[in-house]
């Protein structure tokens, strides 16, 4: 017999998790369908390992850069300690945690592989081969995330090559990583493993950190040379290939071999629909799927089917997943319980901000922090914005902070409003800066009103009056 609830939601990560909260919240019965791990990708194999494994070097490096400190640091890293303090915070990649959270708010865990089965249908299989029916009486909620992608290089599917997973879940250094990609995975753990001691050698077709500002990518590689790691720009290997002995062998466009003990496939995403049932409700399976700002599934019938997370491709990242799920949980409580959708512009029911103002922050050496537009994307967009760009040095906190490399900031300003539409900080521990400029964005605020935004003396935020000098003072007599 078929279980009947309010909502199913497919896929227990972070976002699938926060749209099962919100409906229920709102007193809906939801069912969570999960076939590996409650928290998903992030909790287990993405944002948390990446991070710890990173935060180790980057606080040894910090301490470095500040005489006195950097005298009392005598010894060398423990890349024992890193790695189990990591396996701490995945919590031995036991979800047992996730679960009794989800039991704690009421909200029923159906542990298999969910596919949909028509309209608001959704059988699980579970391990041992048996299924389950689900009918949802308002509505499904697909939050299945993304894979790694693989490239179409000669032999590299072949040659085991590390992922994501595989470099956020390791066991042991290897001595030698190869990283192919340039992007956000590629440059945060070629950062790790260098800081944990590998030799690392970067391949990226293009430059690093292709999407944003040309001086982020630029002084992360940089950076990466400043830890012994080897960027080859514009450069992708055409074979890779794994020999008796283990070793991984790369072969450059020249015909040059390089050998490494792993390598790393760091080149973007797939969605994870291929087996999700999709044709039964007219959609592409393997596809991406595509949905309106209230995160409905465009190209189905009625508003029962929505998407969220990485699974849609508006941004993938955890805070924006979770940002379209809480606007997706409580539309689907509204519609359920026939309570107005606010669905314009900014309203409580959509993800607005995905096209105006999505945070990040890549936690390389130096970090970088941007929100927005770059300035290329404005000019793309048919805006002729305003910029204004500053270096860290410009600040005495930034001084005080650290003696290493300052960084550098930028604002991108639509001049004919008279508001920022992108930031971008490069520099130690700029993360903290970014919620600001989210806010000024989001908000609109005038530049005229951020002068009243005095920042404190003597912090690194005092380069949003170093910014906001270089673009004019209103009234000032010059
Ligand atoms: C190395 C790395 C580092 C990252 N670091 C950051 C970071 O620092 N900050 C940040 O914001 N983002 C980061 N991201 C991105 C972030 O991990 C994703 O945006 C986020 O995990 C997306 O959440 P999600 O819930 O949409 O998908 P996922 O986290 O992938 O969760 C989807 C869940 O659905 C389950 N599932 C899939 N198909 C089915 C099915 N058919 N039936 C049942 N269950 C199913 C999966 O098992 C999984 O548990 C990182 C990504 C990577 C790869
Ligand atoms: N700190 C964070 O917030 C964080 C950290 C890691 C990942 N993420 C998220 O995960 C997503 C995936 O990251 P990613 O680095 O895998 O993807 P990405 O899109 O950031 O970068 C992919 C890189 O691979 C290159 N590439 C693509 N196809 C290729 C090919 N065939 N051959 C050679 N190079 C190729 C691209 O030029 C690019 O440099 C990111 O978009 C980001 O949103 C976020």
């Not at 300052?406 to 920022?420: Q, Y």
């Not at 989001?442 to 906001?468: C, K, Q, Y």
């Amino acid at each position: 017999m078929a279980r009947e609830t309010d909502l199913i939601v497919i896929g227990a990560g972070p976002v699938g998790e926060n749209v099962a909260d919100r409906a229920r919240a709102a007193g809906l019965d939801v069912v969570i369908v999960e076939r590996e791990l409650v928290g998903g990708e992030c909790s287990y194999w993405a944002c948390v390992p990446s991070k710890t494994l990173l935060r180790s070097p980057a606080a040894l490096r910090a301490a470095q850069r500040v005489p006195g400190a950097a005298e009392a640091v005598t010894g060398a890293l423990d890349v024992e300690a890193v790695l189990r303090r990591r396996d701490a915070f995945v919590s031995n990649w036991s979800d047992e945690g996730g679960a009794a959270w989800l039991a704690s708010v009421g909200i029923e865990l159906v542990r298999g592989h969910g596919r949909l089965d028509g309209e608001r249908r959704v059988v699980v299989e579970h391990a041992d081969g048996t299924t389950t029916t689900l009918v949802a009486r308002h509505a499904v909620a697909i939050a299945t995330g993304s894979d790694a992608a693989m490239p179409r290089i000669d032999g590299l599917a072949e040659s085991r090559p590390w992922t994501s997973r595989e470099a956020t879940s390791a066991e042991a250094v290897p001595a030698r990583l190869a990283v192919i990609g340039g992007g956000v995975v590629g440059v945060e753990m070629a950062t790790a493993y260098a800081g944990l001691g590998a030799e690392v050698t970067v391949f990226a077709r293009g430059g690093l950190l292709s999407g944003m500002e040309p001086f982020a990518g630029d002084a992360v590689a940089d950076g990466l040379r400043e830890l012994g790691a080897v960027v080859h720009l514009g450069v992708t290997p055409d074979r890779v290939a794994r020999d008796d002995a283990g070793e991984v062998v790369l072969t450059l466009p020249g015909g040059e071999e390089l050998r490494f003990d792993e390598v790393l496939v760091a080149t973007g995403r797939t969605p994870r629909t291929d087996d999700l049932g999709l044709e039964t409700v007219g959609l592409e399976p393997g596809e991406w799927i595509d949905v309106d700002d209230a995160l409905v599934a465009r190209g189905v019938d009625g508003d029962w089917l929505s998407a969220v997370g990485d699974v849609t491709h508006r941004a993938l990242l955890t805070h924006q997943g979770k940002y379209q799920a809480r606007a997706a949980g409580d539309a689907i409580a509204a519609r359920a319980l026939g309570r107005p959708v606010d669905d314009a512009p900014w309203g409580a029911h959509v993800a607005t901000a995905d096209h105006r103002a999505v945070p990040s922050v890549v936690f390389a050496e130096p970090e970088v922090a941007s929100v927005g537009l770059t300035e290329s994307a404005a000019r793309e967009s048919g805006l002729e914005p305003r910029v204004v760009e500053v270096g860290l040095d410009s600040v005495s906190g930034t001084g005080i902070h650290s003696d290493g490399p300052a960084g550098r900031a930028k604002l991108v300003v639509d001049a004919d409003r008279g508001v920022v539409i992108g930031a971008t900080f490069v520099g130690q521990d700029v993360a903290e800066l970014l919620q600001a400029a989210t806010i000024a964005i989001v908000g609109e605020v005038p530049i005229d009103r951020l002068w009243h935004a005095v920042p404190a003396f003597p912090t690194v935020s005092e380069v949003w009056l170093r910014l906001l000098e270089a673009y004019g003072r209103p009234g000032a007599a010059a």
